[in-house]
């Protein structure tokens, strides 16, 4: 609604413009976008075509718009004033670039550029004869912060000869036929899939590109701001974005594939293979190469981030644990470094396993981010009976070597044991990017693969540091407290954190997929119970079966997702709507209330995001800020991000993160928005507001 807008309100002031004097726009400011009109030859034949350019100049920080100009601005009106049998046709545009302004996409040019234009002289004139050529223009001239109509009056004297034109001119001109798209010479098709449409173009499999993005000449028809896929399959380009909202039935753009060259692409209705190869695009401003500094900072973020997921209430209750079975181990070194090594190594084979997940789905077109498997309810189940089981082992009503306080590190059992204990703590910790992670896990997004997972291989070795300093550093095992009878009461504490956990994951069920969804993981989680119960009594009994009793249990969990229903559970930031003046995220809500000079307050969380929950309780929804945010009229927006929403993980990708949560304050007026710490406070919000 916004660019719509901006974008009437421009065209209308430049058409305002037209009807000015000279010395009334002159009145107005200079032009920052100046033009002039140059001919390739001053001479040119009768009978032949001269090109003609309207050669732009801007300013420094200006920039004029391209013939679609994007969300907002105006591509230019000009208008001909020829010698009789003299006729102009349309003017050829360069390869534009791109430019994001208050979330609005602006088609731009940021540096000189010309318009070709082909100029036909009648046949039959005499040598010397006169032409006088007249355009009138009107186009707009802008910086990222204000607009001003530009335009005026330009005139080119021809002489009719033999259409020479000087190695100078032939440079020039030759200079700015090299920046125009060019024909395609293949048909491209298109289809439509509710809001998403798919290109395939024609591309030789063995051409370069790079950066490439599809610039749409046909107005209405795709979104300008929204991220594009561009992958490989074989000979064709396959492209996907979303559409405008409007239906159309034929296509024409331009498919920019590298600096100042681009192609004129038509397509029609048509097949489109699947994705392939995922080629990399640039953003609007084009960053530096990623350095080993930027890479190192990366992964120190992860270190630190994987670190503080340790005090997480469903994984502080597995790692000390595991401190108690070292501390009963005694002072056998080298079992304890071998345990340590099996729980250190599950960790990091979840988290490079999930990174790399996460990196195949998102070569594949899929727009996930962080913590994606958490926006499934059958992963959801499957950890609600593993969380239950641990609980119950935790309470006695079963022994797991793996986790149990007798188990024996001697064992090959035991570090199998340590090995999935640190794969399934894990799995369980990383819904959330806490601090140091959102800009480390952003970063491994933009990464080389093999720098990616390592930056995954940070947060796991963070996440599993505090239990390899204890297995490797005997002063830290010392510091444990001597195993006692204490250890079986501590079991039966640590047990209320995981009950809590799993009391949490059977509300999130309900909230991703409803009450039914809620029905069948209290099921699963109950029948679970029961086989682990089974199993405890056949270990009290000295009797076999346990494999029997897992077993039972991975297949009610496998049941269990097969049967869980699909959706049903209404969005959470609708039922939070109801009871509050928050506002669901929408892009195109959030350039309606910039556009209305209001100040946004923008956070995006999710029911399974532990620091999401904790900043929710402990400073955004405090009385002090609500009443600090009404008093300034600080809009609050919330994007919810509990189950899976393309929209939500492009707007977190394109602000440097890959999941949440995100906290954004645009203030009055500011074309950029200011990125709040992971960690909120009152003090932090209300701040915002002086």
Not at 245 to 270: C, H, M, R, T
Request: charged share 15%.
């Amino acid at each position: 609604m916004r660019a719509r807008f901006f974008s009437f309100m421009t065209v209308l002031l430049a058409l305002v413009m037209v009807t000015l004097s000279p010395e009334t726009r002159a009145q107005i400011g200079p032009n920052n976008v100046p033009a002039t009109l140059v001919a390739e030859t001053l001479t040119p034949a009768a009978g032949s075509t001269v090109t003609l350019a309207i050669r732009f100049q801007p300013k420094p920080t200006w920039h004029g718009y391209w013939q679609n100009p994007g969300d907002a601005g105006f591509g230019g009106k000009f208008e001909w004033t020829l010698p009789k049998g003299v006729s102009a046709g349309a003017p050829a545009y360069p390869v534009p670039t791109r430019l994001i302004i208050a979330d609005l996409m602006n088609h731009v040019f940021e540096a000189e550029h010309a318009l070709l234009v082909p100029v036909t002289i009648p046949a039959g004139l005499a040598k010397g004869s006169k032409l006088s050529l007249k355009l009138r223009g009107d186009w707009l001239g802008c910086t990222d912060e204000i607009c001003v109509p530009q335009g005026g009056d330009m005139a080119i004297d021809l002489t009719v000869g033999d259409g020479s034109i000087t190695p100078a001119a032939r440079t020039q001109f030759d200079g700015w036929r090299a920046k125009l798209p060019r024909p395609l010479g293949s048909q491209a098709t298109f289809e439509i899939t509710g809001k998403r449409a798919r290109f395939a173009v024609p591309f030789p499999a063995g051409a370069a590109i790079a950066h490439p993005w599809l610039f749409a000449v046909s107005e209405n028809a795709i979104s300008y701001v929204t991220p594009q896929t561009v992958s490989r399959n074989g000979d064709m380009l396959i492209i996907e974005t979303d559409t405008s909202g409007s239906p159309f039935n034929a296509f024409e753009g331009v498919l920019a594939i590298g600096p100042d060259k681009g192609l004129l692409v038509k397509a029609v209705p048509g097949a489109v293979p699947a994705a392939g190869t995922p080629i990399a695009q640039a953003v609007e401003t084009e960053s530096a190469p990623v350095g080993l500094t930027a890479i190192l900072l990366a992964l120190g973020g992860a270190l630190l981030g994987g670190l503080i997921l340790n005090i997480m209430p469903c994984v502080f209750p597995i790692i000390s644990l595991k401190a108690l079975s070292l501390a009963k181990a005694g002072g056998d070194e080298r079992e304890a470094r071998r345990e340590a090594l099996a729980y250190a190594a599950g960790v990091i084979t979840v988290c490079v396993g999930l990174g790399a997940a996460l990196l195949g789905l998102r070569a594949g077109g899929s727009a996930v981010g962080w913590a994606f498997q958490l926006q499934e309810p059958r992963v959801i189940l499957v950890l609600l009976v593993l969380v239950t089981a641990i609980a119950f082992n935790l309470a006695g009503l079963f022994e797991l070597a793996g986790l149990s306080v007798s188990g024996k590190l001697a064992t090959a059992r035991g570090t199998g044991g340590a090995f999935w204990t640190g794969a399934l703590a894990a799995f369980i910790a990383t819904p959330c990017t806490g601090p140091f992670m959102g800009a480390a896990l952003g970063a491994a997004l933009v990464l080389p693969t093999f720098a990616a997972l390592a930056i995954f291989a940070g947060l796991g070795l963070g996440l599993a540091l505090p239990f390899l300093l204890l297995g490797f550093v005997p002063a830290f095992r010392r510091m444990l407290p001597k195993p006692g009878a204490w250890m079986e009461t501590m079991k039966y504490i640590l047990s209320v954190p995981m009950f809590l956990t799993a009391l949490a994951l059977v509300w999130l069920l309900g909230r991703q997929a409803g009450l039914n969804a809620v029905i069948v993981g209290l099921g699963a989680a109950m029948i679970a119970a029961f086989a682990l119960w089974w199993l405890g009594r056949r270990q009290t009994g000295g009797k076999s079966g346990g494999w029997a009793a897992l077993a039972s249990v991975v297949l009610f969990m496998a049941v269990g997702a097969f049967v869980l229903p699909k959706g049903g559970a209404q969005p959470a930031a609708a039922l939070d709507e109801k009871a509050s003046t928050n506002i669901a995220f929408d892009e195109t809500k959030l350039a309606a209330l910039r556009a209305e000079g209001r100040p946004v307050f923008l956070y995006f969380t999710a029911d399974w995001c532990v620091t999401c929950k904790v900043n929710e309780k402990a400073a955004i929804e405090r009385v002090e800020t609500v009443e600090a945010f009404k008093a300034k009229n600080v809009a609050v927006m919330v994007g919810d991000w509990t189950n899976a929403d393309a929209v939500i993980t492009r707007f977190l990708n394109a602000h440097g993160v890959s999941g949440v949560p995100l906290y954004l304050y645009y203030p009055k007026g500011a074309n950029k928005p200011q990125t709040l710490p992971q960690v909120l406070t009152v003090n932090t919000l209300t701040a915002l507001t002086s």
